[in-house]
């Protein structure tokens, strides 16, 4: 996923698990701003001690994304999180945090790491998604995503996808 971030200054990454990504995005953006969300306690103590560049916040995203402020406007999302196995509760206020990010300025996107070859949720408004890349050697094989403003689409490999969830 690490991939798809560059000429940011600012990444967000959001279910940072054990840190494999996080490890990829210390080593390939090593002066951007990292601030890294992990659900899980025992997980977050461990990145924190892992990555002390990164700001790691524990819990979830959707109830700590307030501490997102003052961005670059060069800001990247990475998520690892599994919406598809996610409570509604969860998926709806978090999918708003993210619109709300990206919807701040139209260069911004976010990059998505699933396994499931259907768009992770439904685009907001004025979003759209791109399927950048599956990695077939993965098991199962898995897709990254990006989703940004509709506006500012620069790819031409990728076929566009917007509501369909
Ligand atoms: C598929 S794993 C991510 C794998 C990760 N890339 C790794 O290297 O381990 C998803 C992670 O998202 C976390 N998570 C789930 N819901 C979350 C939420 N609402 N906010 C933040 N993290 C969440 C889980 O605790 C889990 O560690």
Same mark, same amino acid.
């Given at each position: 996923?690490?991939?798809?971030?560059?000429?940011?200054?600012?990444? +967000? $990454?959001?279910?940072?698990?054990?840190?494999?990504? @996080?490890?990829? !995005?210390?080593?390939?953006?090593?002066?951007?701003?990292?601030?890294? %969300?992990e659900l899980g306690d025992?997980?977050?103590?461990?990145l924190r001690g892992r %990555?002390?560049? #990164?700001?790691?916040?524990?819990?979830? %995203?959707?109830? =700590?994304?307030?501490?997102?402020?003052?961005?670059?406007?060069?800001t990247i999302i990475v998520?690892? *999180?599994?919406?598809?196995? !996610?409570?509604?509760? +969860? +998926? $709806?206020?978090?999918? #708003?945090? %993210?619109? $709300?990010?990206?919807?701040?300025?139209?260069?911004? /996107?976010?990059?998505?790491? @699933?396994?499931?070859? /259907?768009?992770?949720? @439904?685009?907001?408004?004025?979003?759209?998604?791109? /399927?950048?890349?599956?990695?077939? !050697? =993965? &098991?199962?094989?898995? =897709? +990254?995503?990006? *989703?940004?403003?509709? @506006? =500012?689409?620069?790819?031409?490999? &990728?076929?566009?996808?917007? #509501?369909? #969830?």
């Amino acid at each position: 996923m690490a991939d798809g971030v560059e000429a940011f200054e600012a990444i +967000v $990454e959001v279910g940072a698990g054990t840190g494999v990504v @996080t490890d990829s !995005l210390v080593r390939r953006h090593p002066s951007a701003r990292l601030i890294v %969300f992990e659900l899980g306690d025992q997980l977050a103590t461990e990145l924190r001690g892992r %990555f002390p560049q #990164a700001h790691v916040v524990g819990g979830a %995203f959707h109830a =700590n994304a307030s501490v997102l402020q003052d961005l670059p406007a060069k800001t990247i999302i990475v998520s690892g *999180l599994p919406f598809r196995s !996610l409570s509604s509760d +969860v +998926v $709806e206020p978090t999918v #708003a945090a %993210f619109a $709300e990010l990206l919807y701040a300025d139209r260069a911004r /996107r976010l990059v998505q790491f @699933t396994y499931q070859p /259907r768009v992770p949720f @439904t685009a907001p408004v004025g979003l759209c998604w791109h /399927r950048i890349k599956t990695v077939w !050697l =993965n &098991a199962p094989p898995a =897709n +990254v995503w990006h *989703l940004s403003s509709k @506006t =500012n689409w620069q790819g031409s490999d &990728a076929a566009e996808l917007g #509501a369909s #969830a």
